[in-house]
């Protein structure tokens, strides 16, 4: 394949996109297919000789769309939404088509300066603090590592990266038990190990107790352990618990602990005023995730970590050889040395398209919508007889069970899978088994979200 057959068939891929997402309706939201099916059906090794790409692209439409969950459907309602808004669709065309690496501020400028400026508008639509700075991950998982790793570092005056762990006092670091387990993989990884991920008591509300907080933080020092840092939760994953944040920071300042907070879904919803409430005192954390590629329309991945002084960070995760030195400047930015990998991509470039392509004022609207319409459900919901709401709404999620037990419940469920017409997800809460509901596709419409209470009656 060349440039001019890339010229044609980008343009029949760009048809193919416009017809698949019009008929997402028509098919099953999650890939009815068994484990080892698609593979069953792709050759033992590569081809020796060139192929086609009409042969190419006719096996691509045969063998993967049917065996996909389908993650754009607007009846998706599992998990957090993943979104590729058009405008998104198109920037990560043209970032493959310029195939840049923006590893430093040398290799890709425009990435580097787009990607200071799309950290700017986000502060700014979240009504962040002046001074605070930023970068863009892949993932929630990777910033809540790097703020994990830049606590470690701090507790230990930077020795860690040096002298290694042997030796080193242990240390502590603190959540609630509504974290996303990303926080337990980020102390695996950084060395700190799992035993010492201090899961905090919460209160009937599900937030971080903050008495509780101090008094394992207490016992910790008393038994010779090193506090490190909190990571904070604004929008768990399996029922959508915030901490008070602003009650548990007297604590944090208290002991000098670093703090990160992890808004991977709700982060988003602060662009609305009204939703500011929910994560107060944030805005006085050291550092914060969300993901734009959640509930903003950039496509994944695209984490955007808020740092208010990235310099610990920095000497955390920067690496410099001679051979990513930037000669002529004698200090510019180089992301790279903000996160693991060295190697970046545009992703800044999305953010731009999305952005300028709906405002501000359209992502509002659409969370807005989001969160409305998963409220006229769950009092739908709770109306029907045999029916339990779990867990009220936190923005666009709640949770509901059937009266008749966990059996029952997860066969509800099994049946609802099956159907393919919605997808929903289950978690525990307080020992039971619930039905997670969580709305925030990107084509989702009112009529989608209450087709899910037909369906969830029909199957009953």
Same mark, same amino acid.
């Given at each position: 394949?060349?440039?001019?057959d890339l010229?044609h ?11 698949y997402?019009a008929g997402?309706? +028509?098919?099953?939201?999650?890939a ?6 698609? #593979?069953a ?40 939404p993943?979104n590729?808004?058009?405008a998104?669709?198109? &920037?990560?065309? #043209? ?11 040398q ?11 799309m ?11 002046q ?18 790793l830049t ?8 020795? $860690?990266l ?6 080193q006092?242990?240390l502590?670091?603190y ?8 926080? !337990?993989?980020?102390v ?24 509780? #907080?101090?008094s394992?933080i207490?016992?910790?020092?008393s ?16 029922v959508? &618990? ?18 990160h907070? !992890?808004?991977?879904?709700? $982060?988003s ?11 107060? $005192?944030?805005?006085?954390? !050291?550092s #914060?995730?969300?993901?734009?590629h ?6 994944? !991945?695209?984490a955007?970590?808020?740092?208010? +002084?990235?310099v610990?960070?920095?000497?955390t ?5 001679s ?32 952005l ?26 709770r109306a029907?007889? $045999? ?14 069970a ?5 059996? &029952? ?6 049946r ?22 969580t709305?925030?596709?990107w084509d989702c419409?009112? +009529? ?6 037909h369906?969830?009656?029909e199957?009953?």
């Amino acid at each position: 394949m060349n440039h001019d057959d890339l010229n044609h068939w980008s343009k029949r891929a760009a048809d193919w996109i416009t017809v698949y997402h019009a008929g997402l309706r +028509d098919r099953p939201v999650r890939a009815p297919v068994v484990p080892g099916e698609v #593979l069953a059906q792709l050759p033992q090794a590569a081809p020796d000789a060139p192929e086609p790409p009409e042969t190419i692209f006719a096996d691509f439409e045969a063998l993967i769309p049917g065996a996909l969950t389908h993650w754009q459907h607007p009846r998706f309602f599992a998990y957090f939404p993943a979104n590729a808004a058009p405008a998104s669709i198109l &920037a990560e065309q #043209l970032i493959s088509g310029i195939g840049a690496q923006g590893m430093l501020w040398q290799t890709s400028p425009a990435a580097t300066e787009l990607e200071q400026g799309m950290i700017r508008w986000l502060l700014r639509a979240l009504d962040m603090p002046q001074g605070w700075t930023g970068t863009i991950h892949d993932s929630a998982t990777t910033a809540t590592l790097s703020a994990v790793l830049t606590m470690r570092e701090r507790a230990l005056n930077f020795a $860690g990266l040096t002298e290694g762990l042997s030796g080193q006092p242990r240390l502590r670091i603190y959540a609630s038990a509504q974290t996303h387990t990303s926080v !337990d993989k980020a102390v695996r990884l950084a060395g700190i190990g799992q035993d010492n991920l201090v899961k905090v008591g919460t209160r009937d509300d599900l937030s971080m107790d903050p008495k509780a #907080l101090r008094s394992a933080i207490e016992a910790d020092l008393s038994a010779g352990y090193v506090p490190a840092g909190i990571v904070f939760c604004s929008g768990g994953t399996a029922v959508g &618990a915030f901490d008070d944040i602003a009650a548990c920071l007297p604590v944090a300042r208290a002991h000098d602990l670093m703090t990160h907070v !992890d808004a991977a879904w709700a $982060g988003s919803a602060m662009v609305c005023p009204e939703f500011h409430p929910l994560m107060a $005192g944030a805005e006085a954390c !050291d550092s #914060l995730v969300f993901n734009p590629h959640k509930w903003m329309g950039a496509q994944f !991945d695209c984490a955007v970590q808020f740092i208010r +002084d990235p310099v610990d960070q920095i000497r955390t995760m920067g690496l410099r050889p001679s051979f990513l030195e930037t000669l002529e400047a004698e200090e510019v930015v180089n992301f790279n040395e903000w996160t693991v990998p060295l190697g970046r991509r545009m992703r800044a470039l999305k953010l731009w398209f999305v952005l300028r392509a709906h405002g501000l004022d359209g992502v509002r609207s659409r969370i807005r919508n989001h969160v409305a319409w998963t409220r006229e459900l769950c009092e739908m919901l709770r109306a029907e007889a $045999g029916i339990d709401i779990v867990t009220e709404p936190r923005l666009s999620l709640f949770t509901f069970a059937l009266t008749e037990g966990d059996a &029952a419940t997860e066969a509800l469920l099994t049946r609802i899978n099956a159907d393919g017409r919605i997808y929903l997800t289950q978690t525990k809460h307080a020992g039971r088994f619930v039905i997670r509901f969580t709305c925030g596709t990107w084509d989702c419409t009112r +009529d989608d979200v209450m087709g899910a209470l037909h369906v969830i009656r029909e199957l009953r």
